[in-house]
């Protein structure tokens, strides 16, 4: 006991004796002098005074007789009183361990009633539940019930906002049709489904549209698809973080053009982590030859450039290793389901503190493997966007948000959780990770990340353990407590002894034993361990008056997808090196055109409709009439082609009607600004990159290039580094008219066809 305690408790003590001393003595003095008066705390003192009077000399021995017992009788107690007080407290020689009682749950705030309290056991008939701002964490090995007691519990309970890892959707199943009718949003994030029920989620959509922080943003996304590795491999995981850097600028820039198109939101294709995958593939083409061409695209900035001309400046070997290590992560988006599920956006990251919501990680067991990586980068991407901004400096952050993650090893290492769970919490971040094991922990993030884990989660919840290590391990934790021993020895006579001697507050055997009901909680709010019921919310009306109907979940449309097994390639063209405009897209057909046949004859292959021929023809005939680039006015151009120009930004600009299947024709003109020569483009545009191009698919690349030779054109090769081609050329006189390869969709029999044709400046 503190010294200042025990000195106001003596303190007080005295006083109390004094009065008592008063008290008694005048009772005294009144009861031996034989004098009837009303006794008070004063009395005793005017016959105190009188003893000093000639009157009262046969009294004075009676008063100091009275005096003297009532005084010494109460000041004897007290000192026999403050002994205890004085004598220093014997520590026990092996500890105090013991369990909490509910008097220390109550003190600690574990009893109260909240909303946003984490429910971690229950204590007799109520429940314990965290509150304010801590983390929970809780080891329980496999089937011992942390689903009954822990998760489903504070799906029904918890009222905040939540994003579950929800293995087999057992709990949306369960608890998304309560949390609905408590006002939340709810949305199912499986990526994987074979129903193709799954809300949907665009990871690249979180990259700024503001240039000057956008290779940021693509650095940080790259740093969760390629984590640092070993010594060895620090080189390849650069390189394929400025692979991913490439790619990912280009088709950023490449919407750029788009928007600045002012094409109708629908026509616009937002960068996903599928275009990043099928702009890498190559088309079929030589990858060097086709990366080179990339490099062409007159909207490509500077840092683009770079990126691409660090992959490129690779030797052949060195090359394919980048562009191997690169693509492994990105492979699982050949799945149509998680192309589709990661190419848009159903819910904002940014809204789980501004609203009530709750995301579901729904996967079935049979694909954590492959989903490893995407959820991973769902939950670095989560704690990264909600790390930004303290809730102290917008209004609108008003919510918390628990991140329950049931087998959360299961999801790799997640670095910035290892880098973020000492201050997340201040951003009304919560977390309640769920493991088999300290062991299970150390494997996957190290014995002293795990450590820093473990530490700041202020409360843990503990299982019967299966694992000997980690029975010991929790039977050091809990502490040891001094229990008195007695020896008795036996010869001519009996003697016995007592000795104090140390004992855990469970074995590591108990500990194993303590069965399916029970758990033990070690809160840093309370010096002693919990131990506790385990819930279980089948037997507790509370919880299963809530289980309600689940929550309905779109169905993705994969409408114009390819047939399985053949890839889609989408890729962004410009109109010309002056206009830096026009964009579109393009998918690798499902079936074969032949070559050879005229432009506007019958062939039987796919055939492209009437008005994409016609549109093609007209340009052409219109090509035909040029001698020179001064001839392409925008006169010429609407007479040529029998259009009308509306104006943009960029110039003169025209799409037709819809052709079918999504398709339409787009031309665009310019006249001279600066340096830049007039200019135009001719080409076929459709918004859904997985769209079947056959219906504008009028003429192969065979075809183009004996139409312009036939109309006094000659062709003219640029030639790559490597002697590949990155682009044919159509001349005469200044005027240049240009297809490069990613003008072309490639068949499946090695059918070139052309979907765009345009001017430069030679």
Known sequence: MDWKIRLGLGSALFAAALVGGLYLAGYLTLTLIGVTADLSWHT??????????????PYVWKIKLATAIGFVAPLGV???????LLRTKQRSLHGESRFAQKSDLAKAGLLKDSPKGIVVGKFGKELIRLSGQQFVILAAPTRSGKGVGVVIPNLLEYQESMVVLDIKQENFDLTSGWRASQGHDIYLFNPFAEDRRTHRWNPLSYISADPAFRISDIQSIAAMLYPDGSDGQKFWVSQARNAFTAFTLYLFESFDTERKLQLPFGAQRFPTLGEVYRLSSGDGRDLRAYLQGLTTRPFLSKDAKTAFANLLSQADETFASIMGTFKEPLNAWINPVLDEATSRNDFLLTDVRKKKMTIYIGIQPNKLAESRLIINLFFSQLINVNTRELPQNNPELKHQCLLLMDEFTSIGKVDILASSVSYMAGYNIRLLPIIQSMAQL?????????????????LQIIYAPREQQDANDYSDMLGYTTVRKESVTRGRDTSRSHSDERRALMLPQELK?????????????IPHPVKCDKIRYYEDKRFTARLLPKVGVPVLQLEGSVPMGKKTIAIAAVTSLALAGFAQSSAEPAATKKEGAPMTSETTGPQATKTARDALA????????LRSTSELTKASVEQGMGIAFGKDEEGDFYRSPGLGGGWTYVIRHHDPRGRLKSGVTFGFFNPDPSADPAPICVATLDQIRASFASRGFPEAITPGEIGQVVAWNFVK???VFTVTPLDVT??????????????TDG
């Open 44 to 57: 005793w003192w005017p016959y105190w005074q009188a003893t000093t009077l000639p009157q009262f000399a």
């Open 733 to 735: 006189n200044d005027l």
């Open 442 to 458: 150390d494997a996957t993030y190290g014995k002293d990340i795990s450590r820093t884990i473990i530490t700041n989660h202020a």
């Open 513 to 525: 034993a303590m069965g399916t009901d029970k758990e033990v909680i070690l809160f840093e709010g």
């Open 78 to 84: 007290w000192l026999a009183a403050c002994i205890p």
């Open 746 to 759: 490639t068949w499946p029999d090695g059918t070139e066809c052309v979907r765009v044709i345009q001017t």
């Open 618 to 625: 007209r340009f052409f005939g219109y090509v035909s009439t």
